[in-house]
C-alpha cells in the first residue's frame, strides 16, 4: 500500500469536484468539507501483566443534517486524526447517497490488536465506551464495526453504555451478533453491496459477468465475502490477497476453501488451489474483468494506476485510490464504482439493524437481502442518471453530485441556529 495521499485531502478535493458540478456557494461548501467536531482522548488500560498502557482514540461528527452521525470504528497501528475525519466524511455522503436517515461519523484507535489479549481488548474496548457515551446515543451517532473490530467489541460497547446508562439500547450500536440484537446478514452486507454493484455496472455497461474475472485484494469481511457472492453469480475469482501476499489461479478457485485455508493458517498464501504466489501490486494489476480493492486506503497510487488492467472497479474498501489514480483511471476508460456506493451495503443492513432495535421488531434474512438489493440498484442508477445528465466521465463526481446535493438540501432546508 502507498500512503502517498492523505485521506481527509482526497476527501475534500472529491467533495471539490462535485461541488463544481453543482456550482455551490464558497461558504457552503467549505461547511462540507470539515467535521462538526472530534473528540480525541487517551485511553489508561492496564495490561495483564500489571503494567499501564496509553493508547490515542478519536471520534469524529462530521455532519448531521440528515441524522445521527454514523460510523465504524477502527483498530490500527496507523490511525490518525486526518484518517479518522476523512472516513467520517465518506460516511456522510455514503448515508446520503443510499438516502438513508444518517449523517456521518467515524473512531478509531491507535492500536495493533493482534499484540493484546483478548481481555486487554475488552478493557481498550470499554474504556473507549466510556469515553464515548456522552457523544453517542440512538438519535446522536452510532458506532460500527470497521477494520478489525466486529461483533465483539460492539457487544462490548454496547454492554458499556447500556450498564452506565442503566437502560436497554441496543440502537446505540450497530454489527452485534444477532443474538445480541443484531441483524441478519450485517456481516455480509459490504460484501453483498459490493458485487449487487459490480452486477449493475456490468450490465450497464452491456458487459457479461458470467465468466467475467476478479481479482480481490484485501481477503477480510468485506473481500472474502465479496469474492463468495461473485463466485456464486457466475464470475470466476482468479486472484486474492492479505497482508502476506496474492495467490493466483488462471483458471479460478474456491474462494470458501481460501478463507477455511486463511482462518486454519492465518493467511492465504499456500493456499492449495493456488497456482502461483503473487505480490500484492501483482494481484491490483493482474489483467482481469473486476478488480475488488478490500484492503485499506491508498492501495493503487498514480503509479500503479497507469498498470491497472480490469476494467471495471468495485471498491470494497474506503479511498483505495489516490485522487490522482482515480483521475488516471477515468481517463484510461476504467469504470469505478466509488466506494460510497459499493461498500454502502453495511452501513444500509446497519440502518436496517437500527431500524429492527428500535421496534424491537426482527427481520429474516431474505428481507434484510431484499430490502438492500433495491436500496443499492436504486443508488447506482441515480448515479448513472446523474452521470449522463451532467455528462460527467467519473462516477465518483457523480455519486458526490447526488449526495452532496441531497446534505446541502437537508443544511438549507432547516436553516442554521442560532
Ligand atoms: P478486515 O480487517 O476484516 O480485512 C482487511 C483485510 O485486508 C485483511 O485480509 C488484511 O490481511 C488485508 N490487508 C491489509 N493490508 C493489505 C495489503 N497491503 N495488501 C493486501 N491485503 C491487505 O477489514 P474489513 O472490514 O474487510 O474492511 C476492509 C475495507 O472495507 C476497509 O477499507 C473498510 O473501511 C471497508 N469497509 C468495511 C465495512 C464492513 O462492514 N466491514 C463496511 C464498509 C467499508
Known amino acids: 500500500m502507498s500512503d502517498s495521499a492523505n485521506p481527509f485531502e482526497s476527501l475534500q478535493s472529491q467533495i471539490d469536484d462535485a461541488a463544481s458540478v453543482l456550482g455551490l456557494d464558497d461558504d457552503l461548501v467549505t461547511r462540507l468539507k470539515h467535521p ?12 495483564d501483566d500489571g503494567s499501564l498502557e496509553q493508547f490515542r ?9 440528515r441524522g445521527p452521525y454514523k460510523g465504524g470504528i477502527r483498530y490500527h497501528p496507523q490511525v490518525s486524526r486526518d484518517e479518522v475525519k476523512a472516513l467520517s466524511g465518506w460516511m456522510v455522503y455514503k448515508t446520503a447517497i443510499v438516502d438513508i436517515p444518517f449523517g456521518g461519523g467515524k473512531g478509531g484507535i491507535v492500536i495493533d490488536p493482534t499484540a493484546y489479549s483478548t ?87 452491456e458487459k457479461d459477468l458470467e465468466g467475467a474475472t476478479v481479482a480481490v485484494q484485501g481477503y477480510g469481511n468485506a473481500g472474502w465475502i465479496a469474492a463468495k457472492l461473485i463466485d456464486e453469480m457466475g464470475a470466476t475469482v482468479v486472484a ?34 493456488s497456482e502461483e504466489k503473487l505480490t500484492n501490486e501483482e494481484v491490483l494489476t493482474l489483467d482481469v474483468d473486476l478488480l475488488i480493492p478490500a484492503a485499506l486506503e491508498n492501495a493503487i497510487d498514480a503509479e ?33 464504482i466509488p466506494d460510497i456506493l459499493a461498500n454502502a ?32 440498484v436504486e443508488a447506482f442508477d441515480s448515479l448513472v442518471e446523474t452521470l449522463e445528465t451532467h455528462d460527467i466521465e467519473n462516477p465518483r463526481t457523480a455519486a458526490y453530485v447526488v449526495s452532496i446535493q441531497r446534505v446541502a438540501d437537508a443544511f438549507e432546508k432547516s436553516g442554521s441556529f442560532p
Do not use: C
Open 240 to 273: 486474492a490477497s492479505d497482508s502476506s501476499g496474492g495467490i493466483y489461479n488462471p483458471d479460478g478457485f474456491d474462494p470458501v476453501a481460501a478463507k477455511d485455508h486463511k482462518n486454519e493458517t492465518g493467511a492465504l498464501v499456500d493456499f492449495e488451489g
Open 345 to 376: 451495503g453495511g452501513v444500509t443492513v446497519s440502518y436496517f439493524e437500527w431500524v429492527q432495535n428500535r421496534q424491537r421488531f426482527y427481520w429474516t434474512e431474505e428481507r434484510v437481502n431484499d430490502e438492500l438489493e433495491a436500496i443499492i
Open 57 to 65: 482514540a478519536f471520534r469524529s461528527q462530521f455532519n448531521g443534517d
Open 36 to 47: 462538526e467536531r472530534v473528540l480525541e482522548t487517551n485511553l489508561t488500560v492496564e495490561l
Open 119 to 205: 481481555s486487554e481488548l475488552e478493557r481498550v474496548t470499554r474504556a473507549f465506551a466510556v469515553e464515548l457515551r456522552p457523544f453517542i446515543g440512538e438519535d446522536r451517532d452510532i458506532p460500527a464495526p470497521d477494520v478489525n473490530t466486529g461483533q465483539r467489541e460492539m457487544n462490548w460497547i454496547k454492554d458499556t453504555y447500556e450498564t452506565l446508562e442503566h437502560t436497554t439500547e441496543p440502537g446505540v450500536i450497530t454489527g452485534k451478533s444477532v443474538d445480541s440484537g443484531g441483524s441478519e446478514g450485517r456481516v455480509e452486507a459490504t460484501g453483498r453491496s459490493t458485487v449487487i454493484a459490480a452486477r449493475e455496472a456490468f450490465e450497464y455497461l
Open 304 to 336: 500503479l494506476a497507469t498498470d491497472v488492467q480490469a476494467d471495471v472497479i468495485s471498491e470494497a474498501a474506503n479511498g483505495p485510490l489516490t485522487p490522482e489514480a482515480d483521475r488516471i483511471l477515468t481517463d484510461r476508460d476504467v469504470f469505478v
